[in-house]
């Protein structure tokens, strides 16, 4: 069984930066592509970027490429994304997922183990 906890959500202006983290259990987190996902009430949840097993690959959404950054340490089973020049737009709740299933890593259903999330609040 995998276990997925995000953490690092907060409230903070536009302008602003936050770094959030996912830490996963189990000793096969470093074979695994992995991704975060975000959610705004109302909205479906949406692709924001993915990063291939060893971080020599990633994948940004069009909302993030040049302000998100997504990383990994596999010695601490551990998925990053920082976040700067944060907009009101980017108020969600941010979940990290593995990819396990064939298929783009831009859609959901190529992941199958999911976090609960954090709150990301960007205020105006």
């Known amino acids: 069984q995998v276990q997925l906890v995000e953490s690092g959500g907060g409230l903070v202006p536009a302008g602003g930066s936050l770094r959030l983290s996912c830490a996963a259990s189990?000793?096969?987190?470093?074979?695994?592509?992995m991704g975060w996902f975000r959610q705004a009430p109302g909205k479906e949840r949406e692709f924001v970027a993915a990063?291939?097993?060893?971080?020599?690959?990633?994948y940004y959404a069009d909302s993030a490429k040049g302000r998100f950054t997504i990383s990994r340490d596999n010695a601490k089973n551990t998925l990053y994304l920082q976040m700067n020049s944060l907009k009101p737009e980017d108020t969600a709740v941010y979940s990290c997922a593995r990819a396990v299933y064939s298929g783009s890593y831009y859609s959901d259903r190529t992941y199958d183990y999911w976090g609960q999330g954090t709150q990301v609040t960007v205020s105006s």
């Open positions: 189990g000793r096969t987190f470093s074979i695994y592509t």
């Open positions: 990063i291939n097993w060893n971080g020599g690959n990633t």
